[in-house]
């Protein structure tokens, strides 16, 4: 095909591209999901005659804007229709679709399983979620860390795995998580020659080593290890402090926690501080922050 008909073939894709980015900048991403599906459907046969790099870029769009109005609707308790929106997520990152780049397929994935874990958590499906938790996370341990963000995962498997009841195996991933991000903090703050590898951590990154260390201590209350959780709860608490600042909700949130802890610890007599375990009982840990992968 001349070049000049491959111009005319491609034009209402890079139109709709172009106003898919402008709609998902406003954040009417309902119109930009649509925007990409009106023109893959009304140019069918054009779309048989596009190279694969044009047609992935336009289905990564579509995964990312399906996985947005997914979580959307999921935080707007329209459970229904956050389903039917995770599964075309799920449809269009099937390995049978050989026209995405593989490695932007997993990726997206990825965040397809991820977030479909949260929904499934969401109402208490907590078997279904662990299964495509496990999912995401497989795949992003085979990615090389080309995936989004595998230590949200992490805490969404910390988070679920606790309030199914297995607080060892949570507070692994809490630990899991919190190693991720200081690495990957550490690899921001060395010098290097140019742009590094993984871009800037960002707040939302470093709001997360605040959950991990809130969720490890969560977690230790619930092992009867006080001395561990107060220690994360400080640790917690001085990170959230300097990155969120002191009126944050999740500062006040590990402020009480740990407040509400030491004063525990302080009335306990000294053979109960010896074992814990029934001082820890009584107490009720804080509910474990997720994080949640919303396509960007």
Same mark, same amino acid.
């Given at each position: 095909?001349?070049?000049?008909?491959?111009?005319?073939?491609?034009?209402?894709?890079?139109?709709?591209?172009?106003?898919?980015?402008?709609?998902?900048g406003?954040?009417?991403?309902?119109?930009?999901?649509?925007?990409?599906?009106?023109?893959?459907?009304q140019?069918?046969?054009a779309?048989q005659?596009?190279?694969?790099?044009?047609?992935?870029?336009?289905?990564e769009?579509?995964?990312l804007?399906?996985?947005?109005?997914?979580?959307?609707?999921?935080?707007?308790?329209?459970t229904e229709i956050?389903?039917?929106?995770?599964?075309?997520?799920?449809?269009?990152?099937?390995?049978?679709?050989?026209?995405?780049?593989?490695?932007?397929?997993?990726v $997206?994935?990825? !965040?397809? /399983?991820? +977030? *479909?874990?949260?929904? &499934?958590?969401?109402?208490? #499906?907590l078997?279904? @979620? =662990?299964?495509?938790?496990?999912?995401?996370q497989?795949?992003?341990?085979?990615?090389?860390?080309?995936?989004?963000?595998?230590?949200?995962?992490?805490?969404?498997?910390c988070?679920?795995?606790?309030?199914?009841?297995?607080?060892?195996?949570?507070?692994?991933?809490?630990?899991?998580a919190?190693?991720?991000?200081?690495?990957?903090q550490?690899?921001?703050?060395?010098?290097?020659?140019?742009?590094?590898?993984?871009?800037?951590?960002?707040?939302?990154?470093?709001? $997360?080593?605040? !959950?991990? /260390?809130? +969720? *490890?201590?969560?977690? &230790?209350?619930?092992?009867? #290890?006080p001395?561990? @959780? =107060?220690?994360?709860?400080?640790k917690?608490?001085?990170?959230?402090?300097?990155?969120?600042?002191?009126?944050?909700?999740?500062?006040?949130?590990?402020s009480?926690?740990?407040?509400?802890?030491?004063?525990k610890?302080?009335?306990?007599?000294?053979?109960?501080?010896?074992?814990?375990?029934?001082?820890?009982?009584?107490?009720?840990?804080?509910?474990?922050?997720?994080?949640?992968?919303?396509?960007e």
């Open positions: 095909m001349e070049t000049a008909d491959m111009q005319d073939v491609l034009r209402p894709f890079v139109e709709a591209e172009r106003e898919f980015v402008q709609l998902q406003s954040g009417d991403h309902d119109g930009a999901v649509r925007c990409i599906e009106a023109v893959l459907r140019e069918q046969a779309v005659q596009m190279p694969d790099q044009v047609l992935s870029t336009l289905f769009r579509l995964a804007g399906y996985n947005t109005l997914g979580m959307k609707h999921l935080k707007d308790n329209n956050s389903s039917k929106f995770f599964e075309k997520a799920e449809a269009l990152t099937d390995p049978a679709n050989l026209h995405m780049n593989p490695e932007s397929r997993l $997206l994935r990825a !965040v397809t /399983y991820n +977030n *479909m874990g949260c929904f &499934y958590k969401s109402f208490g #499906k078997h279904t @979620a =662990l299964q495509y938790l496990k999912k995401a497989t795949i992003e341990e085979k990615s090389r860390g080309r995936c989004q963000n595998p230590a949200g995962t992490h805490l969404n498997l988070a679920l795995l606790s309030q199914m009841g297995k607080h060892q195996e949570a507070l692994q991933h809490a630990g899991k919190l190693n991720l991000l200081e690495a990957q550490k690899s921001q703050d060395e010098p290097s020659d140019g742009a590094g590898a993984g871009g800037s951590l960002g707040s939302t990154g470093e709001s $997360l080593i605040c !959950v991990a /260390y809130f +969720n *490890m201590a969560a977690e &230790y209350e619930h092992l009867r #290890k001395s561990d @959780a =107060l220690w994360n709860y400080q917690a608490y001085e990170n959230c402090l300097q990155e969120l600042g002191e009126e944050h909700p999740l500062s006040q949130q590990v009480v926690c740990l407040s509400q802890l030491k004063l610890t302080n009335r306990a007599p000294t053979s109960a501080k010896q074992k814990p375990a029934r001082d820890m009982k009584e107490k009720t840990s804080p509910p474990k922050k997720e994080e949640e992968t919303e396509g």
